[in-house]
T-cell receptor, first 117, second 114 residues
Framework: GAVVSQHPSWVICKSGTSVKIECRSL??????MFWYRQFPKQSLMLMAT?????????EQGVEKDKFLINHASLTLSTLTVTSAHPEDSSFYIC?????????????FGNGTRLTVT | GNSVTQMEGPVTLSEEAFLTINCTYT??????LFWYVQYPGEGLQLLLK?????DKGSNKGFEATYRKETTSFHLEKGSVQVSDSAVYFC?????????????FGEGTQLTVNP
């Protein structure tokens, strides 16, 4: 079945540095990718939607300059957390859907645990 | 707007017990409904789905029926196992109003004891 690979699975960084998270669709072309953030024991909060070759659409309250999203190809989207701070520590999950699918995104990455010290 | 409400957890059951996790939704269009499962430290996996009223989704012994009249999609399993311990999310997508975006419920933590 379709697989989405997310990397790294966990990362620890110092406050003020930037961290890049990759999301790859391994056996399908992902025309649309979604980035979610999950706080402990809470649901997933949609941060942004990215379509290949165009700018990402951010949800209200999400800082686009802080969470940079690039969807440069049909198999790769990246989320860069710039100038990370401890409050950015969270679990980030990507999801992807392909052009041949007539339904919602069914393919999630395994998530990235970000800890900012 | 669209929303999903799940029964509050955590839920703790003994092995072989019957499971029900309630889920109700609000949508302006004709949504598709999903249950996702998240094991500790992992992303989400699709458990089952239903795309129209009266459809029943099923997988691994879990079932849920799309009830338009009660706007519900309750998850059930007749006999749970320890390996079913996870967080379960109900979700909807409404392609007419929100494209492929998923709206999630709050999640319900299930713990099954041997």
């Amino acid at each position: 079945g379709a697989v989405v690979s997310q990397h790294p699975s966990w990362v620890i960084c110092k406050s003020g540095t930037s961290v890049k998270i990759e999301c790859r669709s391994l056996d399908f072309q992902a025309t649309t990718m979604f980035w979610y953030r999950q706080f402990p024991k809470q649901s997933l909060m949609l941060m942004a939607t990215s379509n290949e070759g165009s700018k990402a659409t951010y949800e209200q309250g999400v800082e686009k300059d802080k969470f940079l999203i690039n969807h440069a190809s049909l198999t790769l989207s990246t989320l860069t957390v710039t100038s990370a701070h401890p409050e950015d520590s969270s679990f980030y999950i990507c999801s992807a859907t392909g052009s041949t699918e007539g339904d919602s995104p069914l393919h999630f990455g395994n998530g990235t645990r970000l800890t900012v010290t | 707007g669209n929303s999903v409400t799940q029964m509050e957890g955590p839920v703790t059951l003994s092995e072989e017990a019957f499971l029900t996790i309630n889920c109700t939704y609000t949508a302006t269009g004709y949504p598709s409904l999903f249950w996702y499962v998240q094991y500790p430290g992992e992303g989400l996996q699709l458990l089952l789905k239903a795309t129209k009223a009266d459809d029943k989704g099923s997988n691994k012994g879990f079932e849920a029926t799309y009830r338009k009249e009660t706007t519900s999609f309750h998850l059930e399993k007749g006999s749970v196992q320890v390996s079913d311990s996870a967080v379960y999310f109900c979700a909807l997508s409404d392609r007419e109003t929100s494209g492929s975006r998923l709206t999630f419920g709050e999640g319900t933590q299930l713990t099954v004891n041997p």
